[in-house]
């Protein structure tokens, strides 16, 4: 099933900076998201920011609040950022089937997201690279999960070329010097 650009959606889940410096590898973490948001900025595609508690897991980081201070945020105190009405609703109302998820923690709130957005018979496109927890075997199990309940798996090279099509679309050559 291929992931169009004008049918798809980025929902951000919880990337926070009280939480982010105890997640694995969270530099390499940060580093891939940046190339992810900034990529999919180039097609276009709509964001949704959830952010979990904010008065006890901060706000979203720094490096990626700058470039998505402009989108929708959402503060939730359910894990699923689908079990927050107004979330759900946003999406919904933006009509696309795909959903690209990325976040943390994988095995908390991205996986609860994941499986409420199949719920709602939205298609959820789980960037493996862009989602970590405190745990390596957490993050994992979480992503074996997903794909076996239909989670569609990916990572930002791949979904980013993926949304390009071509190497005469518009944005190609942006995107191959973000990925390099």
């Known amino acids: 099933m291929r992931i169009h650009a004008n049918d798809a959606l980025f929902c951000l889940v919880d990337v926070q900076e009280r939480l982010f410096p105890h997640i694995r590898n969270n530099e390499e973490l940060e580093k891939n998201l940046l190339i992810l948001v900034k990529g999919l900025q180039l ?63 994988t095995h908390v709130c991205v996986l609860q997201t994941c499986i409420d957005l199949l719920e709602a018979g939205l298609q959820p496109v789980l960037v493996t690279d862009c989602v970590s927890s405190r745990k390596e075997n957490d993050t994992k199990v979480a992503i074996d999960r997903l794909v076996q309940a239909g989670v569609i798996p990916t990572t930002y090279e791949s979904l980013l070329f993926e949304l390009t099509v071509n190497a005469k679309h518009p944005v190609f050559k942006e995107i191959s010097q973000l990925v390099k």
Do not use: M, W
């Open 43 to 105: 097609h276009e595609i709509p964001f949704v920011i959830n952010e979990q508690y904010k008065k006890g897991i901060g706000e979203t980081i720094p490096s990626l609040k700058e470039l998505v201070d402009e989108y929708p945020h959402f503060e939730k105190t359910t894990f699923s950022c689908c079990k927050n009405e107004p979330t759900l609703d946003a999406i919904k109302d933006l009509k696309r089937k795909f959903v690209i998820v990325a976040g943390i923690e």
